[in-house]
């Protein structure tokens, strides 16, 4: 503020917005050069089953391992990938990785499904559909065992388009997952209109207070009273204890994910899914 008024200020923010620009375009340029690479690892983290106390399968999270700044998480790149036109590259590589990734395990003996996170461009794509159908037949997976998660925001464009790809998603046999339900404008709309998905995953934010937030507990409550009323599973996001656990179990939510179950992480063999239920 001082530097500023004593002329000098301007030219700091200057060089402030210049080091910003310059960032972006080196993050950019690095991330155009690893976007279909190795470079991108895949960290996966489990779905427990509240009924059985079983790992139902696991949600693909995508991190960027840079040369340089090491391993950065999605919030640091996706919006980046968005605004290059990089995400569909992104996207088809998650994709086979993740699906690579559960084909070893339903050969190692557990057919487990695996989660992908979609982007609003996937959605866009008339061909994404076919990309997917043919990933899953060269790898001999069954479209039962992949899941797209999608959020309520990717929907607000071309309509006609989104719904078109969740069809044709949905009657391959592919189960569609609306992400951090309950945080977006006119959820209830989205419900209605979406009708084709199988699972609602309740967000974060409603999980964190409920023990402690009635407001929270009761729209946790009714939430998977209506999902169910509506033939879709719940899972709950951002499970961090115990005593959450034991009340989502109590309310009859279907599944649960979160920190206390199990922290995304490298893929391990199909051998150490086994891990004493909680
Ligand atoms: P999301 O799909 O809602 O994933 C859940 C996020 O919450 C993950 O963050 C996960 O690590 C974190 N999380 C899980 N359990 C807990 C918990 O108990 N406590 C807390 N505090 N956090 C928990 P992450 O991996 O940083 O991913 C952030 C978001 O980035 C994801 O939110 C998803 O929207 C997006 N994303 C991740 N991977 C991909 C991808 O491959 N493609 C696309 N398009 N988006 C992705
Ligand atoms: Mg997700
Ligand atoms: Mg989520
Ligand atoms: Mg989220």
Known sequence: YNAKRAGGGHVVYQRDDDQESRRRLELTTA???????????????????????????????????????????????????????????????????????????????????????????DLRHENFPQHISELLDRHSLPAGALTVEITETMMLSDWATTDRVLDRLTSMGVAVSIDDYGTHHSTLSYLRRLHTARELKLDRSFIADMLTAPRSAAIVRSTIDLAHDLGITVVAEGVEDAATLDALREWGCDQAQGYHIGRPAPATSAASLSQPAR
């Open 31 to 121: 991330l155009r050069r690893d976007v279909s690479t190795e470079a991108m690892v895949l960290h996966y983290q489990p779905k427990l089953d509240l009924r059985t106390g079983s790992i139902r399968g696991f949600e693909a999270l995508v991190r960027w391992q840079h040369p340089e700044l090491g391993l950065l998480s999605p919030d640091q790149f996706l919006p980046i990938a968005e605004q290059t036109g990089l995400m569909s590259a992104l996207t088809c590589n998650v994709m086979t990785k993740a699906v690579r990734q559960c084909a070893r395990w339903h050969a190692e003996g557990s057919p487990v499904s695996v989660a992908v996170n979609a982007s609003a461009t």
